[in-house]
Protein backbone atom coordinates (compact mmCIF):
# COMPACT_ATOMS: atom_id res chain seq x y z
CA UNK A 1 0.00 0.00 0.00
CA UNK A 2 1.45 3.70 -0.77
CA UNK A 3 2.13 5.55 2.07
CA UNK A 4 0.20 8.88 1.35
CA UNK A 5 3.31 10.75 3.87
CA UNK A 6 5.90 9.48 1.91
CA UNK A 7 5.71 12.63 -0.52
CA UNK A 8 5.96 14.90 2.23
CA UNK A 9 8.77 13.97 4.33
CA UNK A 10 12.48 15.22 3.87
CA UNK A 11 15.12 13.37 2.22
CA UNK A 12 17.98 15.57 2.95
CA UNK A 13 19.01 17.00 6.70
CA UNK A 14 22.32 19.39 8.05
CA UNK A 15 24.36 18.03 10.69
CA UNK A 16 25.58 21.06 12.82
CA UNK A 17 29.54 19.63 13.81
CA UNK A 18 31.66 22.72 14.15
CA UNK A 19 31.34 22.72 17.67
CA UNK A 20 34.30 23.10 20.41
CA UNK A 21 33.26 20.26 22.40
CA UNK A 22 35.65 21.73 25.36
CA UNK A 23 33.68 20.16 28.11
CA UNK A 24 34.96 16.20 26.37
CA UNK A 25 38.39 17.18 26.72
CA UNK A 26 40.62 15.10 26.06
CA UNK A 27 38.50 13.46 23.84
CA UNK A 28 38.55 16.73 21.47
CA UNK A 29 42.00 17.61 21.42
CA UNK A 30 42.57 15.77 18.22
CA UNK A 31 39.12 15.49 16.81
CA UNK A 32 35.77 16.96 16.76
CA UNK A 33 32.97 16.21 18.77
CA UNK A 34 31.03 14.28 16.43
CA UNK A 35 34.24 12.51 15.94
CA UNK A 36 34.48 11.05 19.87
CA UNK A 37 33.65 7.47 19.53
CA UNK A 38 31.11 5.96 22.35
CA UNK A 39 33.08 2.91 24.02
CA UNK A 40 32.47 0.07 22.65
CA UNK A 41 30.69 0.82 19.25
CA UNK A 42 33.50 1.15 17.14
CA UNK A 43 31.66 4.20 15.53
CA UNK A 44 32.01 7.95 16.14
CA UNK A 45 28.69 10.17 16.88
CA UNK A 46 28.60 11.26 13.80
CA UNK A 47 28.20 8.00 12.14
CA UNK A 48 25.74 6.92 14.21
CA UNK A 49 23.70 9.90 12.95
CA UNK A 50 24.24 9.28 9.03
CA UNK A 51 23.43 5.31 9.77
CA UNK A 52 19.90 6.61 11.66
CA UNK A 53 19.16 9.40 9.09
CA UNK A 54 19.32 6.68 6.18
CA UNK A 55 17.26 4.65 7.88
CA UNK A 56 14.59 7.41 8.25
CA UNK A 57 14.09 7.87 4.16
CA UNK A 58 17.20 10.75 3.85
CA UNK A 59 19.63 10.34 0.91
CA UNK A 60 21.43 13.57 1.19
CA UNK A 61 23.28 15.47 4.16
CA UNK A 62 25.33 18.43 4.41
CA UNK A 63 27.53 18.80 7.45
CA UNK A 64 28.39 21.85 8.71
CA UNK A 65 32.21 21.47 10.12
CA UNK A 66 34.02 24.12 12.02
CA UNK A 67 37.25 22.86 14.70
CA UNK A 68 39.31 20.42 13.58
CA UNK A 69 37.37 20.02 10.20
CA UNK A 70 39.86 18.50 8.57
CA UNK A 71 39.70 15.25 10.65
CA UNK A 72 36.06 15.06 9.96
CA UNK A 73 36.23 16.02 6.13
CA UNK A 74 39.19 12.53 5.77
CA UNK A 75 36.51 10.34 7.64
CA UNK A 76 33.58 11.39 5.89
CA UNK A 77 35.54 11.03 2.58
CA UNK A 78 37.09 7.48 3.99
CA UNK A 79 33.90 5.93 5.24
CA UNK A 80 31.20 3.77 3.37
CA UNK A 81 28.72 5.89 4.11
CA UNK A 82 24.95 5.39 3.53
CA UNK A 83 24.00 8.67 2.53
CA UNK A 84 25.56 11.55 0.19
CA UNK A 85 27.72 13.88 2.26
CA UNK A 86 28.37 17.59 1.47
CA UNK A 87 30.68 19.39 3.43
CA UNK A 88 30.59 22.88 4.50
CA UNK A 89 32.84 25.27 6.50
CA UNK A 90 32.31 29.04 7.78
CA UNK A 91 35.06 31.04 6.27
CA UNK A 92 34.02 33.40 9.54
CA UNK A 93 31.68 33.08 12.35
CA UNK A 94 28.05 33.16 11.83
CA UNK A 95 26.40 32.09 15.14
CA UNK A 96 24.02 28.81 15.61
CA UNK A 97 21.53 30.56 13.23
CA UNK A 98 24.22 32.06 10.51
CA UNK A 99 25.86 29.37 10.17
CA UNK A 100 22.16 26.86 9.55
CA UNK A 101 21.70 29.58 7.34
CA UNK A 102 24.94 28.69 5.43
CA UNK A 103 24.72 25.02 5.75
CA UNK A 104 21.01 24.93 4.10
CA UNK A 105 21.80 27.06 1.47
CA UNK A 106 24.11 23.79 -0.03
CA UNK A 107 21.17 21.68 0.26
CA UNK A 108 20.15 19.83 -2.88
CA UNK A 109 16.53 20.62 -2.93
CA UNK A 110 15.91 24.17 -1.69
CA UNK A 111 12.28 23.63 -2.28
CA UNK A 112 11.58 20.89 0.00
CA UNK A 113 11.39 20.14 3.68
CA UNK A 114 14.51 19.27 5.41
CA UNK A 115 16.13 17.67 8.87
CA UNK A 116 18.30 18.95 11.28
CA UNK A 117 20.35 17.90 14.02
CA UNK A 118 23.36 18.90 16.21
CA UNK A 119 26.21 16.92 15.61
CA UNK A 120 26.34 15.52 19.55
CA UNK A 121 23.20 13.89 19.86
CA UNK A 122 22.85 10.50 19.51
CA UNK A 123 19.08 9.06 19.69
CA UNK A 124 16.85 6.34 17.92
CA UNK A 125 13.05 7.19 16.86
CA UNK A 126 10.62 8.05 14.16
CA UNK A 127 11.75 11.30 12.01
CA UNK A 128 8.67 9.85 9.88
CA UNK A 129 6.47 10.68 12.60
CA UNK A 130 7.93 13.75 13.39
CA UNK A 131 7.76 14.53 9.51
CA UNK A 132 4.57 13.89 9.78
CA UNK A 133 3.36 15.68 13.06
CA UNK A 134 4.88 18.49 11.39
CA UNK A 135 2.71 18.72 8.66
CA UNK A 136 -0.91 17.86 10.46
CA UNK A 137 0.14 21.34 12.21
CA UNK A 138 1.31 23.17 9.23
CA UNK A 139 4.69 24.41 11.15
CA UNK A 140 7.16 25.92 9.68
CA UNK A 141 9.47 24.63 12.18
CA UNK A 142 9.38 21.68 14.76
CA UNK A 143 11.80 20.61 17.63
CA UNK A 144 12.35 17.10 18.53
CA UNK A 145 11.52 17.62 22.63
CA UNK A 146 12.95 15.20 25.31
CA UNK A 147 12.83 14.65 29.31
CA UNK A 148 16.33 13.77 30.28
CA UNK A 149 16.70 12.15 33.51
CA UNK A 150 18.58 14.69 36.17
CA UNK A 151 21.63 13.70 37.39
CA UNK A 152 20.48 13.62 40.78
CA UNK A 153 18.30 11.31 43.18
CA UNK A 154 14.94 12.82 44.41
CA UNK A 155 12.56 12.37 47.07
CA UNK A 156 8.47 11.86 46.98
CA UNK A 157 7.04 13.47 50.31
CA UNK A 158 3.47 13.32 51.56
CA UNK A 159 1.21 16.88 52.14
CA UNK A 160 2.48 15.97 55.78
CA UNK A 161 6.44 16.36 54.98
CA UNK A 162 7.51 12.70 54.97
CA UNK A 163 9.36 11.28 52.53
CA UNK A 164 7.85 8.50 51.11
CA UNK A 165 10.10 7.22 48.25
CA UNK A 166 13.80 7.80 47.12
CA UNK A 167 13.57 8.16 42.82
CA UNK A 168 17.31 7.56 41.36
CA UNK A 169 17.74 9.89 38.71
CA UNK A 170 14.20 10.48 37.55
CA UNK A 171 13.24 12.21 34.49
CA UNK A 172 12.94 15.81 34.47
CA UNK A 173 9.60 16.96 34.73
CA UNK A 174 10.80 20.18 31.61
CA UNK A 175 10.46 19.10 27.80
CA UNK A 176 13.58 20.60 26.60
CA UNK A 177 15.04 20.97 22.81
CA UNK A 178 16.72 18.33 21.84
CA UNK A 179 18.80 19.31 18.95
CA UNK A 180 16.73 17.58 16.46
CA UNK A 181 14.41 18.99 13.69
CA UNK A 182 12.01 19.63 10.44
CA UNK A 183 11.69 22.56 8.76
CA UNK A 184 10.05 23.85 5.78
CA UNK A 185 11.61 25.15 2.62
CA UNK A 186 10.85 28.51 4.06
CA UNK A 187 12.63 28.29 7.00
CA UNK A 188 15.80 28.87 5.67
CA UNK A 189 14.74 32.41 4.34
CA UNK A 190 13.69 33.45 8.18
CA UNK A 191 17.40 32.85 9.67
CA UNK A 192 19.46 34.99 10.28
CA UNK A 193 22.92 35.70 8.30
CA UNK A 194 24.15 36.15 11.31
CA UNK A 195 23.57 35.67 15.22
CA UNK A 196 21.38 32.78 17.47
CA UNK A 197 18.21 31.75 15.77
CA UNK A 198 16.88 30.22 19.40
CA UNK A 199 16.87 34.09 19.89
CA UNK A 200 15.25 35.68 17.38
CA UNK A 201 13.45 33.03 14.46
CA UNK A 202 12.08 30.53 17.25
CA UNK A 203 10.64 33.14 19.35
CA UNK A 204 8.87 34.96 16.03
CA UNK A 205 7.69 31.49 14.97
CA UNK A 206 6.41 30.60 18.66
CA UNK A 207 4.51 33.75 19.14
CA UNK A 208 2.66 33.07 15.25
CA UNK A 209 1.90 29.55 16.49
CA UNK A 210 3.75 28.27 13.68
CA UNK A 211 6.46 26.69 15.78
CA UNK A 212 5.53 22.97 17.34
CA UNK A 213 7.18 20.81 19.12
CA UNK A 214 7.11 16.36 19.04
CA UNK A 215 7.62 14.52 22.16
CA UNK A 216 10.38 11.91 21.61
CA UNK A 217 8.19 8.56 22.83
CA UNK A 218 8.88 6.96 25.81
CA UNK A 219 11.22 4.81 25.48
CA UNK A 220 13.28 5.80 22.53
CA UNK A 221 16.82 6.50 22.98
CA UNK A 222 18.01 10.04 23.48
CA UNK A 223 21.17 11.46 24.74
CA UNK A 224 22.94 14.73 24.38
CA UNK A 225 27.30 14.00 24.37
CA UNK A 226 28.59 16.93 26.15
CA UNK A 227 30.91 15.15 28.92
CA UNK A 228 33.06 12.27 29.27
CA UNK A 229 30.18 10.98 31.75
CA UNK A 230 28.09 11.04 28.96
CA UNK A 231 30.12 8.96 26.98
CA UNK A 232 30.36 6.46 29.41
CA UNK A 233 26.57 6.35 30.40
CA UNK A 234 25.55 6.18 27.07
CA UNK A 235 27.94 3.12 26.48
CA UNK A 236 26.18 1.27 29.34
CA UNK A 237 23.05 2.05 28.24
CA UNK A 238 23.95 0.84 24.57
CA UNK A 239 24.90 -2.06 26.01
CA UNK A 240 21.87 -2.39 28.12
CA UNK A 241 19.46 -1.90 25.05
CA UNK A 242 22.31 -4.50 22.48
CA UNK A 243 22.72 -1.44 20.05
Same mark, same amino acid.
Do not use: F
Given at each position: ???? =????? &?? @?? !?????? @???? #????? %? %????????????? $? &????? @?? =? +? #?????? $?? /? !?????? #???? #? @?? +????? %?? &? !?? !??? /?????????GGGLKYAAAHLPHPDQPWYATNGDIWTRFSLRDMADFHTERDAVATLALARPRIPWGAVQTDGFGHITDFIEAPPTTYEINAGVYVFSPEFAGLLPERGDHERTTFPRLARERRLAGFPIPQGAYWRAIDTAKDLREAAKELATLGR
Open positions: MTDP =NAASR &PV @QA !VILAGG @QGSR #LRPYT %D %DRPKPMVEIPGTG $T &PIIGH @QL =N +W #LAEEGV $TD /V !VVSCGH #LAEV #L @QT +WLESA %DL &P !VR !VTT /VIETEPLGR
